[in-house]
């Protein structure tokens, strides 16, 4: 397992609210990696592709099933997506994995 990093931990960058966080943007990794390992309402999640070819996310949560967030959502090429959540609940934190690391820089505002 590697170590979380992220949400919650000394990589928070800014506070929106009383209890709003975003991480400082950072690669998604190649395989899968913990974001953060405690309980977060997921408001935005920015993926911007930084590579000349089309990849794909898969953003999850940590409950005892796992649920997806996003899954296998394809990223073209040279773009960015922005979504917005109102507060999606992830029990036990979230993990992500990019089908090609270094490729997808993501910012994530949670509470």
């Not at 991480?23 to 974001?35: A, D, E, K, M, Y």
């Not at 990223?75 to 917005?84: G, H, P, V």
Request: charged share 10%; with cysteine.
């Amino acid at each position: 397992m590697s170590a979380p990093f992220g949400l919650f931990t000394s990589d928070v960058s800014s506070s929106y609210t009383a209890c709003e966080s975003e991480i400082v943007p950072q690669f998604i990794p190649g395989t899968t990696g913990h974001l953060c390992d405690v309980t977060v309402h997921l408001t935005e999640i920015v993926l911007t592709n930084v590579t000349g070819g089309s990849v794909t996310v898969t953003i999850s949560d940590q409950q005892t099933t796992p649920t997806a967030v996003l899954s296998a959502l394809p990223i073209a090429a040279n773009s960015t997506y922005e979504i917005s959540f109102k507060g999606r609940l992830c029990p036990n934190g979230v993990t992500w994995s990019c089908s090609a690391g270094s490729s997808v820089i993501a910012a994530v505002r949670a509470y």
